[in-house]
Nanobody
Framework: QVQLVESGGGLVQPGGSLRLSCATSRNIFSMYTMGWYRQTPGKQRELVASISSGGSTNYADSVKGRFTLSRDNTKNTVVLQMNSLKPEDTAVYYC?????????WGQGTQVTVSS
C-alpha cells in the first residue's frame, strides 16, 4: 500500500512562510511525478505545484514566485516552501503522486493564512 506522509501546515499571518513535506517510498519517489494540490470548501481540488522524477517543475500562476517545490532524493521527500502567504492560500493541501493513470493522495494538511 502506497503511503504519502505529509507534515507541516498550520496557522500563519499574511506575508509569512510555511513549509510542507511529503515523504514516500523510494520506488514511488523515483518514478512518480510528485505534487501538491489544495482544496477549499465548495471548490475543486487544484494543482499548486508538481515536480517530475527528473526534477522539472510546474506551478499554478497564483503561486509563481512565492512557492518553491523541491525534491530531497536522500529522504524520498518533496518539500513545498511557501513564502509571502496570502489569505487566499488558505486551504487543505494534499500531497499527490502520479504515474500515467495511477495516482495516490495524502491525507491532507490544513494551511490557514490569517491575522
Amino acid at each position: 500500500q502506497v503511503q504519502l506522509v505529509e507534515s507541516g501546515g498550520g496557522l500563519v499571518q499574511p506575508g509569512g512562510s510555511l513549509r510542507l513535506s511529503c515523504a514516500t517510498s523510494r520506488n514511488i519517489f523515483s518514478m512518480y511525478t510528485m505534487g501538491w494540490y489544495r482544496q477549499t470548501p465548495g471548490k475543486q481540488r487544484e494543482l499548486v505545484a508538481s515536480i517530475s522524477s527528473g526534477g522539472s517543475t510546474n506551478y499554478a500562476d497564483s503561486v509563481k514566485g512565492r512557492f518553491t517545490l523541491s525534491r530531497d532524493n536522500t529522504k524520498n521527500t518533496v518539500v513545498l516552501q511557501m513564502n509571502s502567504l496570502k489569505p487566499e492560500d488558505t486551504a487543505v493541501y494534499y500531497c499527490n503522486a502520479r504515474y500515467s493513470v495511477r495516482q495516490f493522495w495524502g491525507q491532507g494538511t490544513q494551511v490557514t493564512v490569517s491575522s
